[in-house]
């Protein structure tokens, strides 16, 4: 099946603790259903301090539910995204407005 949902995507968080938070995907991992988003879900991740890095704390972006994120249509409306054929070319579009994406 083909990913709704892609890298370099805008999204807005529907539910958890980042509930309304907007962000870029920067990764995403279909087979878990998980996607990365820059600046949702951080966690402070513990480093100790070695002769190249300095250590100490430091904010990490952590996998978040693709079920808990909505793509943000033209408006900036968080939209369903849908497929549909354009020609011979299979487009993602925005179920709210029709537009593609």
């Known amino acids: 099946m083909a990913a709704k949902l892609r890298k370099g995507d805008k999204v807005i968080v529907l539910a958890g ?6 962000g870029q995907i920067q990764s995403v991992d279909p087979k878990a259903g998980k ?11 513990h480093a100790k301090q070695s002769q190249s890095s300095e250590g100490g704390r430091t904010p990490k972006a952590m996998p978040i539910q693709l ?3 909505a793509m943000i249509d033209a408006n ?9 054929m354009d020609g011979d070319n299979k487009v993602r579009f925005a179920k709210t407005t029709g537009d593609a994406l």
């Open 35 to 45: 996607a990365v988003v820059e600046g949702v879900n951080i966690a402070i991740r």
């Open 17 to 22: 603790k980042d509930k309304g938070l907007t």
């Open 67 to 69: 079920s808990n994120l």
């Open 76 to 84: 900036g409306k968080p939209t369903r995204v849908g497929f549909r």
